[in-house]
Antibody, heavy 115, light 112 residues
Framework: EVQLVETGGGLVQPGKSLKLTCATS????????MHWVRQSPEKRLEWIAR??????????DYVESVKGRFTISRDDSKSSVYLQMNSLKEEDTATYYC??????WGQGTLVTVSS | DIVMTQAPLSVSVTPGESASISCRSS???????????VYWYLQKPGKSPQLLIY???NLASGVPDRFSGSGSETDFTLKISRVEAEDVGIYYC?????????FGGGTKLELK
């Protein structure tokens, strides 16, 4: 059974940092291109980052609004993908999902940025 | 970025009847490899999005064949035949052709 489990969300003040983890199982993680997608309180879906596999040099890509603030990474030995979020803004408030190529999704973790 | 526009915003369906949801992209989603990269998701209340249809017309594993996807390079349709209570939720189309992936605003399906 495929599983993706996100952790690390919570309430954080503007300007602070947070690191999300997505632990996976049930599929060949090492060859999967992994993504983070967030959903705003208004239910709008927004893709934010992608990391390719080793054969593609772990290339990363980001949506413009998070470039320079967020970093996606992965650890194939742990079948996990991460999202380091720095300089958080109130508009980053959302439920964050990891997804394997858009096919499998985790249950999400809520990030609330507020003073 | 590619803009995905869905219609209607909501649809109310009698159980057993059919429903259709439309999605339009601002750019062709047909890749040179012949694959059209439009995907359909259902987000049930309190759950994460689940894949229904991939690459315009392919049924995801475990999805009932009451669901079907069709379309052209820029206009797409999700059809649900014989709607059941478990089909309630928000339906999203998305383009996975290029980064950033983009999604429609969603269509809420409810039962009459």
């Amino acid at each position: 059974e495929v599983q993706l489990v996100e952790t690390g969300g919570g309430l954080v003040q503007p300007g602070k940092s947070l690191k999300l983890t997505c632990a996976t199982s049930g599929f060949t993680f090492s060859t999967a291109w992994m993504h983070w997608v967030r959903q705003s309180p208004e239910k709008r879906l927004e893709w934010i980052a992608r990391i390719k596999d080793k054969s593609n040099n772990y290339a990363t890509d980001y949506v413009e609004s998070v470039k320079g603030r967020f970093t996606i990474s992965r650890d194939d030995s742990k079948s996990s993908v991460y999202l380091q979020m720095n300089s958080l803004k109130e508009e980053d408030t959302a439920t964050y999902y990891c997804t394997a190529a858009g096919a499998y999704w985790g249950q999400g973790t809520l990030v609330t940025v507020s003073s | 970025d590619i803009v995905m526009t869905q219609a209607p915003l909501s649809v109310s369906v009698t159980p057993g009847e059919s429903a259709s949801i439309s999605c339009r992209s601002s750019k062709s989603l047909l890749h040179s490899n012949g694959i059209t990269y439009v995907y359909w998701y259902l987000q049930k209340p309190g759950k994460s999005p689940q894949l229904l249809i991939y690459r315009m017309s392919n049924l995801a594993s475990g999805v009932p064949d009451r669901f079907s996807g069709s379309g052209s390079e820029t206009d797409f349709t999700l059809k649900i035949s014989r709607v059941e209570a478990e089909d309630v939720g928000i339906y999203y189309c998305g383009q996975l052709l290029e980064n950033p992936w983009t999604f429609g605003g969603g269509t809420k399906l409810e039962l009459k």
